[in-house]
Structure formats: structure tokens, C-alpha cells
């Protein structure tokens, strides 16, 4: 598409937009270290351009040790060499904006690196000193205090807790962190810690960006005194959401009612979209209309391919969408789960499957994440154990490396498919066999390749939005009929999706598109989706 500058125009541009993910490690990698940084992304945004989206959303690439890949923040306001400089990012920002898209950035508030200067200072300082009460550090219980204040678990697995070596070399107390022990927890009723916050807040929003994304958004604040969670064993890896104790407190929805006046100080309009890790009724809280603008919908992450599973999801967000007027936020991919061609069976069948639930969540009203490589129809990959890096394989045994593998650009295995400008070894080992010929460059005008489904979509949906045909507030109604077929009404277009084993009767309508080939006498296969015109 050609370029076309963002301006002061597009308020309310994120109810109906189309967020393209990027995780800038394993995008682009233009110095040739095997780390995608964001020159790399600069230099590919044309591609995300030229699918149709509207804007993209930059994983972090803050200063950090990249424990967990950038999620371990030791500076809120610089950029991390291993991805650049400031100034690189603001020629990210110019890059993206001529071209149309708006970029939102990753904002890590509920925990910071250990070698965050901060916490480095709360090390030496000792119990009982003001830095140590910038984060959550407690004596241990037992004789000796060598058991962990309480009985919570890590996201990660493992106890939510490390003890430290006191300055003199004796044990210490304990600090809290929620995922890994190099992420420990700010303590959010010290006040230090809003100010540190708003101040990151702005510092990114002055040069550009158009919006933030912020990580754990329901976590925080704690329960007041840390008490023991009743049955810990009941609560997940990876899901913060099953210790109420440390997230989804009442406090935190000052900290975005703050932020919401600080978004609204600025022109044009920036955003906050929070990864709100909750079931509906209580994520719904979070984009109250003095609060975030929106929150993500985690359902379709978690439904297996089963027509009413999906019309629950879609029901649920959308009742939600309406009683909040906060537009649902659809996405099937995202860079901590399984890639939707292996998650929903893989072969063949995954793929058909991921290229039917991508015409789902750009069928719906409101807003759909696309994760980089979702419009590839990448699989996940199988990494091998000794070259796995997530900081959650060694205590959990869940790693998301295999969605994190570098994207192949062309169908040449050099510089790993056109991931790097050299030779050099990327930082997650990409395929062998095979990945070439899921490459843009191989997908590239192919009408029946994942690609072109993707552009198709989307340039059809935009026209949709134009024509007024669409809109993202629309009233829509989602059933399952016959045996399998989720039908998603709503004005001016029919969502069908055949979740079942069988052909399905498509109802009444002109197919403007589909996610694969219909069988004959207007019948939809299983694992396709189509789009038709409604009156």
C-alpha cells in the first residue's frame, strides 16, 4: 500500500483497528548478530503496511538483561543495544507513521530486573531501609526464617520467592516475584513507584508512541499482609489469574484512571490496552470509560475447536463488549502460547483450522490482534531442549520458544530464510526443512497461500468499515447450528465457521470470502470459514 501519514484525524481509529504483534527479536535482524532489532523492524514495516493493519505492538526492547526477554526491565526510558538507540526508535516511530500505522509499546509495571538500579540499592541498603521498601521483601517463617513468607507459587513455577544474602554474608529476608526470581515485584503502595511509572508512561508517549500495552495489567497490588493462598496446589503455571491474592486488586484501577488523564493530555489520541488475564465479568472492570480503552479477550486463546465452546467465548465478550462499550480485542495467537496450526490438531487439518479461526477473529466486530507469523500460518516449532531459552522451561516445564522462532522472509536459507544480514547463528535455531517455503517471499501471490488470505481479509474488512457497511459497535449474535457451524450475526455480514465434521448449508448471502475452498451445492467443509453478505 502506499504511504499515508498518520495525522491529528482517526480518534476511536483502535475500536475497529487491526494490531499487527511484533516481537522484535525474532522479526528482523539488521546488524547481523543474530537478534532482531528494531532497525529490522523498520526496515519490514512496509510488510505490515501492506497487509492492511493499522498498527503495530512492539514486545519490549527496553534496557535489560533479557532474563525473560525483555519482560526483566532495568531501564523503563532507553533502549536496550541489543535492539538500538532512541534514535532508532524514533525512526521506527516516523517509518510508521508515513506509512499509516500507529505503534504501541510494551509497558512492564508489575516488576522490574534485579539489576534494576532500584533493587540494587534495596540489596545493599538492608532490612528495615526505605529502598527495601520499594519492593515486597519479608522475613522467612520457620526458626531460622528459611521458609518463604507464604505459600504462593510463581507464574513460572516454583515458590513466588528468593531469599537473599544479607551485606554481611548471612541469609536474608525474602523477596516476592510472581515469574522469575530476576523479576522482582514493586511494591505499589510505595509512591515512588507511581512516580517511576508516569514517568516511563510519558517519557514514551512524548516520543511518539501512540499508545501503551501494559504487561500483568491486573497485577500490582497485593492482597494487604501477603496471607497464604488456601490451595495453592489448585493454582496453574502460567496463569496468574488462579492466586486473587496477588492480582486483580481494587487499587489498580486508580493507577489507570490516572493514566487515562494522562493519555488524554496529548493529541492525537493515544490508548491503553491492558493484558487482562481474567474471566469477562471481571476483565470487563478494566475499561470502564476513566479507564483502559481496552482490555485483551483471552477466550478464543483458550477454546478448544468446538463450535459451542467458541459461541460461549464469543457470546461472553461480546455481552461484555456491550454493557462496558469497550470493543472486544480478538486474538487466537500472541507470543505466549501455542501457534493455532499446532494447537488445533497440526498437519493439514491445523492449518486449514488456523486459517479459518483467523477469518473468524476479522470477521467480529471490534478490534483483532494478528501475532507476526499468524499470516504466515507458521506452525510451532519443536526447539531443541539444549537451545530452548525461556526462563519458564527450567521451572515449569512449559516453554514458548517454538512461537518466538524467527520469521522466514524468503525462500533462500541464507541469513536464516532472510531473518538476519549474515550468517550468524539467529538466537532461536530455525527449521531445517521446510520453513522456506512458508516464507513471505514464497507466499507472495499465491491466492491459495495463508498470505493472501490475510491481505484479502483485511482489505475487505477496511472497505467494509468505509462503505458503512460494518462497524465496530455492531450488535451481533453468535449461535451453532447443525451439527458444528458457528454463525456470528451482524449487520451488513454473516460470520460462518464449520467447527464440526461435516459439510455444513451456508444460509442465504454472496461469499465475499473464504479460508478455503467450498464443496458444491453452497456447502462449507469442516475447518473453513466464510464471510457473507448480510442485509
Not at 539489576?115 to 534495596?122: L, S
Not at 483483532?368 to 525461556?390: I, K, M
Amino acid at each position: 500500500m502506499g504511504e499515508q501519514s498518520v495525522g491529528t484525524a482517526g480518534a476511536g481509529w483502535w475500536r475497529s483497528a487491526v494490531v499487527y504483534q511484533v516481537y522484535p527479536r525474532s522479526f528482523a535482524d539488521l546488524n547481523g548478530d543474530g537478534v532482531g532489532d528494531l532497525a529490522g523492524v523498520t526496515s519490514r514495516l512496509a510488510h505490515v503496511a501492506g497487509l492492511g493493519a493499522d498498527a503495530v505492538w512492539l514486545t519490549p526492547f527496553q534496557r535489560s538483561p533479557q532474563v525473560d526477554h525483555g519482560y526483566d526491565v532495568s531501564d523503563y526510558r532507553d533502549v536496550d543495544p541489543l535492539f538500538g538507540t532512541l534514535a532508532d526508535f524514533e525512526s521506527l516511530v516516523a517509518r510508521a507513521h508515513r506509512l499509516g500505522l500507529r505503534v504501541i509499546v510494551d509497558l512492564v509495571p508489575n516488576h522490574c530486573s534485579s539489576e534494576h538500579p532500584a533493587f540494587r540499592a534495596a540489596l545493599t541498603a538492608g532490612p528495615g531501609s526505605p529502598e527495601r521498601e520499594r519492593f515486597l521483601f519479608r522475613p522467612g517463617r520457620g526458626a531460622g526464617g528459611e521458609l518463604p513468607p507464604n505459600n504462593w507459587p510463581s507464574v513460572f513455577g516454583g515458590p513466588a520467592w528468593t531469599r537473599v544474602t544479607d551485606p554481611d554474608g548471612s541469609p536474608g529476608e525474602w523477596y516476592l516475584h510472581l515469574y522469575a526470581p530476576e523479576q522482582p515485584d514493586w511494591n505499589w503502595r510505595h509512591p515512588a513507584t507511581a512516580e517511576l511509572m508516569d514517568d516511563a508512561l510519558r517519557f514514551w508517549l512524548d516520543r511518539g508512541a501512540d499508545g501503551v500495552r501494559i504487561d500483568v495489567a491486573h497485577g500490582l497490588f497485593k492482597a494487604e499482609g501477603l496471607p497464604d493462598h488456601e490451595d495453592p496446589a489448585s493454582i496453574e503455571p502460567m496463569r496468574l489469574r488462579g492466586n486473587p491474592l496477588a492480582c486483580d486488586r481494587d487499587e489498580v484501577h486508580d493507577v489507570y484512571r490516572r493514566w487515562r488523564r494522562i493519555c488524554e493530555e496529548y493529541s492525537p489520541e493515544r490508548v491503553l490496552v491492558g493484558e487482562v488475564n481474567l474471566v469477562p465479568e471481571r476483565a470487563e472492570r478494566y475499561v470502564r470509560p476513566d479507564e483502559l480503552h481496552q482490555a485483551f479477550a483471552f477466550a478464543f486463546l483458550a477454546a478448544p475447536w468446538e463450535a459451542r465452546a467458541w459461541c460461549e467465548a464469543a457470546t461472553g465478550l461480546l455481552e461484555a463488549a456491550r454493557r462496558t462499550g469497550s470493543p472486544v480485542t480478538w486474538v487466537v495467537e500472541n507470543h505466549d502460547v501455542v501457534r493455532t496450526p499446532t494447537r488445533y490438531g497440526g498437519g493439514p487439518r491445523g492449518a486449514a483450522r488456523a486459517r479459518a479461526a483467523l477469518l473468524a477473529v476479522l470477521g467480529m466486530p471490534g478490534s483483532a490482534y494478528v501475532y507476526q507469523g499468524q499470516e504466515l500460518g507458521l506452525p510451532e516449532v519443536d526447539v531443541p531442549v539444549g537451545a530452548r531459552q525461556d526462563p519458564a522451561w527450567l521451572r515449569s516445564g512449559v516453554t514458548r520458544d517454538g512461537a518466538r522462532v524467527p520469521l522466514p522472509w524468503t525462500r533462500d536459507p541464507g541469513g536464516a530464510h532472510g531473518f538476519s544480514s549474515s550468517s550468524a547463528q539467529p538466537w532461536l535455531p530455525v527449521p531445517t526443512e521446510g520453513w522456506g517455503e512458508l516464507s513471505v517471499q514464497a507466499q507472495a501471490g499465491d491466492p491459495a497461500s495463508s498470505l493472501e488470505l490475510c491481505r484479502a481479509a483485511l482489505a475487505l474488512r477496511r472497505r467494509l468499515h468505509a462503505e458503512g457497511r460494518i462497524g465496530p459497535d455492531d450488535p451481533t449474535t453468535a449461535s451453532v447450528q447443525g451439527e458444528g457451524l458457528l454463525v456470528a450475526e451482524r449487520p451488513g455480514l454473516r460470520l460462518v465457521v464449520n467447527l464440526g465434521e461435516h459439510p455444513e448449508p451456508l444460509a442465504e448471502g454472496e461469499v465475499l470470502l473464504a479460508s478455503g475452498p467450498l464443496v458444491p451445492a453452497g456447502h462449507l467443509p469442516p475447518d473453513t470459514a466464510a464471510w457473507l453478505s448480510a442485509r
